[in-house]
T-cell receptor, first 111, second 113 residues
Framework: GEDVEQSLFLSVREGDSSVINCTYT??????LYWYKQEPGAGLQLLTY?????DMKQDQRLTVLLNKKDKHLSLRIADTQTGDSAIYFC???????????FGGGTRLMVKP | DTGVSQDPRHKITKRGQNVTFRCDPI?????LYWYRQTLGQGPEFLTY????????KSRLLSDRFSAERPKGSFSTLEIQRTEQGDSAMYLC???????????FGDGTRLSIL
């Protein structure tokens, strides 16, 4: 099976909160990241969390990590149309080594 | 900080031709990574460098692919005898090493006719 899995699609209304989920299989995953990709562009780093943390908040973004269930989530508060993009979860087992990405979740924000 | 720069942004070539892509990392970053992304998928790791040393290569990197980082600054990725299956977005990333996150360029989109 895939090392990192995400649901394919999420649709929300502008102003609502979005929650994008990610599960990973390897308990040795130490560093977990969220990236955003807009059409035709590269990946923009949004936030990241280390496995010794449960939660990280950065302005409208909140990352929750459940190590027992190997589950990572990204909550976007007050979602805006500009948040429409594909969001990728990624993990790394060793600092500075390769990233393993999920397949991405396409977020659509309706006005 | 000008970010990670990749050139060209788009490359269209005929099957069997050789292509070369360039990546300029963020200036103080000693680690440089190459990934490949096909349509509708997440990026897949190809290889990475620490300074000029190539530390790891994926099984995806067939013998038609070669990457270099001769002076520990910019890097090139060459694909020889291109095939239809090589059509993808090739992404470069860099980091300052340790636990610092990777920052990506906008990629080079390769289309094989």
């Amino acid at each position: 099976g895939e090392d990192v899995e995400q649901s394919l699609f999420l649709s929300v209304r502008e102003g609502d909160s979005s929650v994008i989920n990610c599960t990973y299989t390897d308990s040795s995953s130490t560093y977990l990241y969220w990236y955003k990709q807009e059409p035709g562009a590269g990946l923009q780093l949004l936030t990241y969390i280390f496995s010794n943390m449960d939660m990280k908040q950065d302005q409208r973004l909140t990352v929750l990590l459940n190590k027992k269930d190997k589950h990572l989530s990204l909550r976007i508060a007050d979602t805006q149309t500009g948040d429409s993009a594909i969001y990728f979860c990624a993990e790394s087992k060793v600092a500075g080594n390769m990233l393993t990405f999920g397949g991405g979740t396409r977020l659509m924000v309706k006005p | 900080d000008t970010g990670v720069s990749q050139d060209p942004r788009h490359k269209i070539t005929k099957r069997g031709q050789n292509v070369t892509f360039r990546c300029d990392p963020i200036s103080e970053h000693n680690r440089l990574y190459w990934y490949r992304q096909t349509l509708g998928q997440g990026p897949e790791f190809l290889t990475y460098f620490q300074n000029e040393a190539q530390l790891e290569k994926s099984r995806l990197l067939s013998d038609r692919f070669s990457a270099e980082r001769p002076k520990g600054s910019f890097s090139t990725l060459e694909i020889q005898r291109t095939e239809q299956g090589d059509s993808a977005m090739y992404l470069c990333a860099s980091s300052g090493g340790g636990a610092q996150p990777q920052h990506f360029g906008d990629g080079t989109r390769l289309s094989i006719l």
